[in-house]
């Protein structure tokens, strides 16, 4: 398999922004690793047995489940002990694994920032393949300059997953994606903006990078919380039919 080759990220902390809930929090990160580029075509043929046309492109087409399978069926091809189980289509975290996972949103925005405070870590034109470029299709991994975490791509080319809701008070059972993609505008393409879909949908720009670190709660780790979401989830309804949560 093509190395997945992973940026060790200290600790430190990071203030995320919900726009419908006009609600911001720090959050503090312990230590962990993430990915220096998006899953490929190549390694999920490789681990999956996913056709790969241009090895070299992220993934796409690739559900929140099926991130979540590549993880774990990675983490037993290296042997490491698989972060996630099922139960049906429920998935549990067991956050002491040390095979990989999914980021949390918290680590992935504050990975993605580098220690910037704006909406981009660098010129957008230099850093991110958007719709500024006239691309139609995601573009090889690596193609722009990477944040001051050796990271690439982690705004534009394509939308990545995360582990956390999106909203489930609002959505159900919508996961988190970030980043922005090949097709969309510097709007879109900010660091704290936040999008999500259904665990089981595909969309043709949205793809997603591996993270590992494991930790001592069984309940909580890097900002995400079993509890808070069971608390969100007793929100009021969902919101009228193509609202989306934008951020800085």
Same mark, same amino acid.
């Given at each position: 398999?093509?190395?997945?080759?992973l940026?060790r990220?200290g600790?430190?902390?990071?203030t995320?922004?919900?726009?419908?809930?006009?609600a911001?929090?720090?959050v503090?990160?312990?230590?962990?690793?993430i990915?220096?580029f998006?899953?490929?075509?190549?390694?999920?043929?490789?681990?999956?047995?996913?056709?790969s046309?241009?090895?070299?492109?992220p993934?796409?087409?690739?559900?929140?489940?099926?991130?979540?399978?590549?993880?774990?069926?990675?983490?037993?091809?290296?042997?490491?002990?698989p972060a996630?189980s099922?139960?049906?289509?429920?998935?549990?975290?067991?956050?002491?694994?040390?095979?990989?996972?999914?980021?949390?949103?918290?680590?992935?925005?504050?990975?993605?920032?580098?220690g910037?405070t704006?909406?981009? &870590?660098?010129?957008?034109?230099?850093?991110?393949w958007?719709?500024?470029?006239?691309?139609?299709?995601?573009?090889?991994?690596?193609?722009?300059?990477?944040?001051?975490?050796?990271?690439?791509?982690?705004?534009?080319?394509?939308?990545?997953?995360?582990?956390?809701?999106?909203?489930?008070?609002?959505?159900?059972? &919508?996961r988190v994606?970030?980043?922005?993609?090949?097709?969309?505008?510097?709007w879109?393409?900010?660091?704290?903006?936040?999008r999500?879909g259904?665990?089981?949908?595909?969309?043709?720009?949205?793809g997603f990078?591996?993270?590992?670190?494991?930790?001592?709660?069984?309940?909580?780790?890097?900002?995400?919380?079993a509890?808070?979401?069971?608390?969100?989830?007793?929100?009021d309804g969902?919101?009228?039919?193509?609202w989306?949560p934008?951020?800085?």
């Open positions: 398999m093509d190395d997945i080759e940026a990220i600790a430190g902390s990071v995320l922004h919900d726009a419908r809930r006009k911001r929090w720090t503090d990160l312990e230590p962990f690793e990915g220096v998006a899953v490929t075509e190549e390694q999920m043929a490789e681990i999956l047995g996913e056709t046309v241009h090895p070299r492109r993934a796409i087409e690739v559900s929140w489940l099926r991130a979540i399978r590549f993880c774990n069926a990675a983490s037993e091809w290296e042997g490491l002990d996630y099922f139960e049906g289509q429920d998935v549990s975290w067991h956050l002491d694994a040390d095979g990989y996972r999914l980021p949390t949103e918290a680590e992935w925005e504050f990975a993605c920032r580098a910037s704006g909406a981009h &870590y660098g010129p957008l034109a230099e850093v991110a958007t719709s500024g470029d006239g691309t139609t299709t995601p573009q090889n991994v690596g193609g722009k300059l990477p944040n001051l975490n050796g990271l690439f791509d982690t705004l534009g080319n394509v939308w990545e997953w995360c582990w956390d809701l999106l909203d489930p008070g609002r959505y159900g059972d &919508y994606f970030r980043g922005g993609g090949y097709a969309d505008d510097a879109s393409v900010r660091a704290s903006t936040r999500g259904p665990p089981r949908a595909t969309h043709e720009d949205v990078r591996l993270a590992r670190g494991g930790f001592d709660s069984v309940d909580s780790a890097q900002g995400w919380s509890a808070v979401d069971r608390e969100r989830a007793d929100l969902p919101l009228p039919s193509g989306t934008l951020g800085r």
